[in-house]
């Protein structure tokens, strides 16, 4: 062993180092192993794995007793810059492995539920062995690298760190249960990582963590604000239905957790009296917070205004369009580990952080456990995924104490049962318990529109006769399947009528959503042709809606937007079938069982058992694991998963096309996006910056994108980041991005 080696083998280890004013102020690497135990004993310890918690936080930095990491935390950091004659290790030195590697050899084929644990806690949970390309590391290829292990153990290992007694192997829900039960095991393990090295690097920054108000003080918040509602609003049937609702909520409330559902139509006060049930659940079962999962950002941002004024910074808002001017310092510190009393989330990133590998998606993990979970729209859940989605939303409620509220106008078929010959049987969610007693009843109370439906639901009518018909009328919103179908029918209609698509950047999206709002409220005038971006939690009320032929659950949508307050007698609602077909896919999926549904059915297309029959035939027509994550995660004999393949394969969102900033400019003044290009250009992204920007962005098929590159309208302001050019027009104040020519249709790229 050379001189620097022995000196470094007897002197304490270190885990960080950092400078304050003159002095370096040192970490011990024991003294964090210890905390780091404690913390994720304490994170584990509420779904009955504390044991688990505590070795993955004493070994899973054992690498770093290595001579080769000591003197890499030495020389790089600057704390003895004497070391630097050292010869050292290119870049970082792995640390990670050494503590897979013992778990593995000490415990066997059990300890490798640490293994994955200790190897992943800085890249992320490993596959077990490499099958696909663009997955890192293998797990058994690490494993297999025993020298690594061997250095560490050359150092000043504590001796008692080694040992410790294997905890009972029992994981929650058994073999299907496995994979989720490591990911919640790694959540606690990065979690308290996390926790204890911010609590010694930025001691300022950790104490601005928790310190939140009570589930009871947040009640009384919320009563005071429902009194205050509920005194000010008028005397209407709607208003007295929607009183009874949240009623009913509060009285079931008391019931043994699980899963419930909330059937009420569109206008019915669903959010509130949802939450109302959240918080009273909640207080009764000494569950510890409430998070609000939402199928769309609009929606998302809409309802955490509604808890946030009633909540205050109790409230924390997660999801990729989240803009940074309303976040605070420490609801940024609590989206990192929803560490709140009250999380309004999407569905993508709820689900997907419970198929992640990363850490900083899985970190948030734990603090589900014992946690009421309102799945807002529920009949949104992807198909693609809906049989690992079931899966988890089970175990979830059965062995972490999750209490699952699905809450929606149309509730989709999830219980359990058999399906077409030679498909596998759903499973799904059983014994779920209907707030609303009798739903046929409310949904009859509430009936606020007739539904007329074309003398043929084949047949397609041309753009000009539907365009002539929406013209007669004096206030209409026209919902459309696509962003082409949108600009066709604008453009046959009268100047002054509102178009609405995804070619609109959010803030443009915003701006023009807020402006009909008020032009409704005040009696005034106003045609809006729309894709079905307005269809789920834009609340807007028109006498008369027009909706192209879609999934009954979008033409129930669509008639959520018609006489919503009940101030007609009856909305009319007219479904027409479009000169195109929708794309194919699951939207054209959906019409067709809509056509098969509705072609034999009598009395309103909305009556609930249309629903419940539509949603049978959907779900029978798809694949509902369609990328295999069943596969992936359930384990050999090896304890073998895939996770990193599973969670690369499970995204909610297949974003095709290219993303690129527009110059949306809402008024003469507003120079907005230029100063915030100007810094990019000059700066590079920052997670404030590119935060900003996402109101700006706009997502173009990859043929439109190449022919706006070839005409030289968009620039790469950074690499991988494109912008319209400065001085271009391509982007329209009433249309969005305007481009001369279409894309080619979906069906006539087939062969």
Same mark, same amino acid.
């Given at each position: 062993?050379?001189?620097?080696? @022995?000196?470094?083998?007897?002197?304490?280890?270190?885990?960080?180092?950092?400078?304050?004013?003159?002095?370096?102020?040192?970490?011990?690497?024991?003294? #964090?192993?210890?905390?780091?135990?404690?913390?994720?004993?304490?994170?584990?310890?509420?779904?009955?794995?504390?044991?688990?918690?505590?070795?993955?936080?004493?070994?899973?930095?054992?690498?770093?007793?290595?001579?080769?990491?000591?003197?890499?935390?030495?020389?790089?950091?600057?704390? %003895?810059?004497?070391?630097?004659?050292?010869?050292?290790?290119?870049?970082?030195?792995?640390?990670?492995? !050494?503590?897979?590697?013992?778990?593995?050899?000490?415990?066997?084929?059990?300890?490798?539920?640490?293994? +994955?644990?200790?190897?992943? #806690?800085?890249?992320?949970?490993?596959?077990?062995?490499?099958?696909?390309? =663009?997955?890192?590391?293998?797990?058994?290829?690490?494993?297999?690298?025993?020298?690594?292990?061997?250095?560490?153990?050359?150092?000043?290992?504590?001796?008692?760190?080694?040992?410790?007694?294997?905890?009972?192997?029992?994981?929650?829900?058994?073999?299907?249960?496995? &994979?989720?039960?490591?990911?919640?095991?790694?959540?606690?393990?990065?979690?308290?990582?996390?926790?204890?090295?911010?609590?010694?690097?930025?001691?300022?920054?950790?104490?601005?963590?928790?310190?939140?108000?009570?589930?009871?003080?947040?009640?009384?918040?919320?009563? $005071?604000?429902?009194?205050?509602? $509920? !005194?000010?609003?008028?005397?209407?049937?709607?208003?007295?239905?929607?009183?009874?609702?949240?009623?009913?909520?509060?009285?079931? &409330?008391? #019931?043994?957790?699980?899963?419930?559902?909330?059937?009420?139509? $569109?206008?019915?006060?669903?959010?509130?009296?949802?939450?109302?049930?959240?918080?009273?659940? !909640?207080?009764? /079962?000494?569950?510890?917070?409430?998070?609000?999962?939402?199928?769309?950002?609009?929606?998302?941002?809409?309802?955490?205004?509604?808890?946030?004024?009633?909540?205050?910074?109790?409230?924390?808002?997660?999801?990729?369009?989240?803009?940074?001017?309303?976040?605070?310092?420490?609801? @940024?510190?609590?989206?990192?580990?929803?560490?709140?009393?009250?999380?309004?989330?999407?569905?993508?990133?709820?689900?997907?952080?419970?198929?992640?590998?990363?850490?900083?998606?899985?970190?948030?993990? /734990?603090?589900?456990?014992?946690?009421?979970?309102?799945?807002?729209?529920?009949?949104?859940?992807?198909?693609?995924?809906?049989?690992?989605?079931?899966?988890?939303?089970?175990?979830?409620?059965? /062995?972490? =104490?999750?209490?699952?509220?699905?809450?929606?106008?149309?509730?989709?078929?999830?219980?359990?049962?058999?399906?077409?010959?030679?498909?596998?049987?759903?499973?799904? *969610?059983?014994?779920?318990?209907?707030?609303?007693?009798?739903?046929? &009843?409310?949904?009859?109370?509430?009936?606020?529109?007739?539904?007329?439906?074309?003398?043929?639901?084949?047949?397609?009518?041309?753009?000009?006769?539907?365009?002539? %018909?929406?013209?007669? #009328?004096?206030?209409?919103?026209?919902?459309?399947? $696509?962003?082409?179908?949108?600009?066709?029918?604008?453009?046959?209609?009268?100047?002054?009528?509102?178009?609405?698509?995804?070619?609109?950047?959010?803030?443009?999206?915003?701006?023009?959503?807020?402006?009909?709002?008020?032009?409704?409220?005040?009696?005034?005038?106003?045609?809006?042709?729309?894709?079905?971006?307005?269809?789920?939690?834009?609340?807007?009320?028109?006498?008369?809606?027009?909706?192209?032929? !879609?999934?009954?659950?979008?033409?129930?949508?669509?008639?959520?937007?018609?006489?919503?307050?009940?101030?007609?007698? @009856?909305?009319?609602?007219?479904?027409?079938?479009?000169?195109?077909?929708?794309?194919?896919?699951?939207?054209?999926?959906?019409?067709?069982?809509?056509?098969?549904? *509705?072609?034999?059915?009598?009395?309103?297309?909305?009556?609930?058992?249309?629903?419940?029959?539509?949603?049978?035939?959907?779900?029978?027509?798809?694949?509902?694991?369609?990328?295999?994550?069943?596969?992936?995660?359930?384990?050999?004999?090896?304890?073998?998963?895939?996770?990193?393949?599973?969670?690369?394969?499970?995204?909610?969102?297949?974003?095709?096309?290219?993303?690129?900033?527009?110059?949306?400019?809402?008024?003469?003044?507003?120079?907005?996006?230029?100063?915030?290009?100007?810094?990019?250009?000059?700066?590079?992204?920052?997670?404030?910056?590119?935060?900003?920007?996402?109101? +700006?962005?706009?997502?173009?098929?990859?043929?439109?994108?190449?022919?706006?590159?070839?005409?030289?309208?968009?620039?790469?302001?950074?690499?991988?980041?494109?912008?319209?050019?400065?001085?271009?027009?391509?982007?329209?104040?009433?249309?969005?991005?305007?481009?001369?020519?279409?894309?080619?249709?979906?069906?006539?790229?087939?062969?």
């Amino acid at each position: 062993m050379a001189d620097g080696d @022995r000196d470094l083998s007897v002197r304490k280890a270190i885990a960080h180092v950092r400078l304050e004013g003159d002095d370096w102020q040192v970490h011990g690497l024991q003294d #964090h192993l210890s905390a780091v135990a404690r913390l994720a004993q304490n994170h584990a310890a509420v779904f009955g794995s504390a044991d688990w918690g505590a070795v993955a936080g004493r070994w899973h930095d054992l690498g770093k007793y290595s001579v080769e990491f000591q003197q890499y935390i030495r020389n790089a950091s600057g704390y %003895e810059p004497e070391q630097a004659h050292v010869e050292t290790t290119s870049g970082r030195v792995d640390h990670s492995t !050494a503590g897979a590697v013992h778990a593995d050899q000490r415990w066997g084929i059990h300890g490798r539920v640490l293994a +994955y644990l200790i190897a992943g #806690h800085h890249a992320g949970l490993p596959d077990w062995e490499k099958l696909e390309s =663009g997955t890192g590391g293998s797990l058994k290829e690490r494993l297999a690298n025993k020298a690594l292990l061997k250095k560490a153990l050359a150092g000043d290992v504590p001796k008692n760190l080694l040992g410790a007694e294997q905890p009972a192997f029992n994981p929650p829900g058994g073999k299907a249960g496995f &994979a989720l039960w490591v990911r919640m095991l790694f959540s606690c393990l990065v979690d308290a990582d996390f926790l204890d090295t911010e609590a010694f690097m930025d001691g300022d920054r950790a104490g601005a963590r928790g310190g939140y108000p009570s589930l009871e003080a947040l009640r009384e918040c919320f009563d $005071t604000q429902m009194a205050a509602l $509920t !005194a000010g609003a008028p005397d209407t049937q709607v208003n007295r239905l929607r009183a009874e609702i949240l009623h009913l909520c509060r009285e079931k &409330a008391s #019931h043994r957790p699980g899963l419930f559902s909330l059937t009420v139509p $569109t206008g019915g006060g669903k959010t509130l009296s949802g939450m109302a049930f959240a918080l009273d659940h !909640a207080i009764v /079962h000494g569950k510890r917070r409430v998070i609000h999962v939402i199928p769309y950002t609009s929606i998302t941002e809409q309802t955490a205004k509604v808890f946030r004024d009633i909540f205050g910074e109790a409230v924390i808002e997660h999801h990729s369009n989240l803009d940074p001017d309303r976040e605070t310092a420490r609801s @940024r510190l609590a989206a990192e580990n929803w560490d709140a009393p009250i999380v309004v989330t999407t569905s993508v990133q709820f689900f997907e952080s419970l198929f992640a590998a990363r850490a900083s998606r899985c970190r948030k993990l /734990h603090n589900i456990v014992d946690s009421v979970v309102i799945l807002d729209e529920a009949q949104l859940l992807p198909p693609e995924f809906l049989q690992p989605i079931l899966d988890a939303l089970n175990l979830l409620v059965a /062995h972490y =104490g999750v209490t699952v509220l699905l809450s929606t106008a149309t509730q989709p078929m999830l219980e359990s049962r058999g399906r077409r010959p030679g498909e596998k049987p759903l499973r799904g *969610l059983d014994d779920v318990k209907e707030i609303i007693p009798d739903p046929n &009843a409310l949904y009859a109370a509430l009936e606020r529109v007739r539904v007329h439906l074309p003398e043929s639901l084949i047949q397609p009518r041309n753009w000009d006769d539907l365009a002539g %018909e929406i013209a007669a #009328h004096a206030s209409v919103l026209a919902i459309v399947n $696509t962003r082409r179908q949108a600009r066709e029918l604008h453009w046959r209609l009268h100047e002054g009528t509102v178009h609405l698509s995804a070619l609109m950047c959010g803030r443009h999206r915003s701006a023009v959503i807020n402006e009909v709002k008020r032009k409704l409220a005040a009696g005034e005038q106003v045609r809006v042709v729309s894709t079905q971006l307005v269809e789920a939690g834009v609340d807007l009320d028109f006498p008369v809606v027009y909706r192209a032929l !879609a999934g009954l659950d979008s033409i129930a949508q669509a008639a959520g937007r018609c006489n919503r307050e009940g101030r007609l007698e @009856r909305g009319e609602v007219f479904i027409f079938v479009p000169p195109e077909a929708p794309p194919p896919g699951l939207m054209r999926r959906a019409a067709h069982k809509m056509v098969s549904v *509705l072609a034999d059915a009598d009395g309103s297309p909305l009556a609930r058992e249309n629903f419940q029959q539509f949603f049978r035939m959907f779900y029978d027509d798809c694949d509902l694991d369609k990328h295999g994550i069943e596969r992936l995660l359930t384990p050999s004999g090896e304890l073998a998963c895939q996770f990193r393949s599973a969670a690369r394969h499970f995204r909610l969102i297949d974003q095709q096309g290219e993303s690129l900033l527009v110059r949306y400019y809402a008024g003469e003044d507003d120079d907005e996006i230029d100063i915030l290009l100007g810094r990019l250009r000059q700066d590079g992204p920052s997670r404030w910056l590119m935060r900003k920007l996402q109101g +700006y962005s706009v997502n173009v098929s990859e043929w439109h994108f190449k022919q706006l590159q070839q005409d030289s309208q968009i620039e790469e302001v950074r690499p991988g980041i494109w912008a319209q050019m400065a001085g271009t027009t391509i982007y329209d104040l009433v249309l969005g991005l305007a481009f001369d020519s279409e894309a080619p249709k979906a069906e006539d790229l087939l062969v």
